[in-house]
T-cell receptor, first 111, second 112 residues
């Protein structure tokens, strides 16, 4: 069974902290994505990666960075967390067929 | 860039009735249109998708129709059941491996 896992389901951080969100997929997929989901706004793409050590900005990259050192792992980094980054963060991966598999999400609260 | 509009934002139906959710897109280059179902506390899960060379696709109680000329596509769920209650998202993309532009979602409630 295909699987995308995210390191935490719930996370509470303080303003200014550096935050790491980890995503791991076991399907040997080339493509990995980070989205944030907010009520009334749907899913918006933060960053994506088509290969190891490769990254591309999505629609809302400001305040975020990413790292992909291994094919199965894609990390989202909040360099200095702010309250407007309180959100649900969803990781996804896809292979050649294009079918995107999503992880369960990390609900991040920044206080 | 692509923009996807989804309607309605909420939909309530009686068990056994049909439910229809509609989406429009702006970029004529889009040719891949998936639908996702998101249950409470879970990530979105693909339930059906359609590519632009096909006008309709069906999988048991779920069907999707695509009108490329009008740039709209719809999700049809027949014989709804309480377990169909969830948030449904449509999306569009010029290619299946690329970024998806999502609609804002429809919260479907099926009343027993």
């Amino acid at each position: 069974d295909v699987k995308v896992t995210q390191s935490s389901r719930y996370l509470v951080k303080r303003t200014g902290e550096k935050v790491f969100l980890e995503c791991v997929q076991d399907m040997d997929h080339e493509n990995m994505f980070w989205y944030r989901q907010d009520p009334g706004l749907g899913l918006r793409l933060i960053y994506f990666s088509y290969d190891v050590k490769m990254k591309e900005k999505g629609d809302i990259p400001e305040g975020y960075s990413v790292s992909r050192e291994k094919k199965e792992r894609f990390s989202l980094i909040l360099e200095s967390a702010s309250t407007n980054q309180t959100s649900m963060y969803l990781c996804a991966s896809s292979g050649a067929g294009g079918h995107k598999y999503f992880g369960p999400g990390t609900r991040l609260t920044v206080t | 860039g692509e923009n996807v509009e989804q309607h309605p934002s909420t939909l309530s139906v009686q068990e056994g009735d049909s439910a229809v959710i509609k989406c429009t897109y702006s970029d004529s280059a889009s040719n891949y249109f998936p639908w996702y179902k998101q249950e409470l506390g879970k990530g979105p899960q693909l339930i059906i998708d359609i590519r632009s060379n096909v006008g309709e696709k069906k999988d048991q109680r779920i069907a999707v129709t695509l009108n490329k000329t009008a740039k709209h596509f719809s999700l049809h769920i027949t014989e709804t059941q309480p377990e169909d209650s969830a948030v449904y998202f449509c999306a569009a993309s010029p290619w299946s491996q690329g970024n998806l532009i999502f609609g804002k979602g429809t919260k479907l409630s099926v009343k027993p």
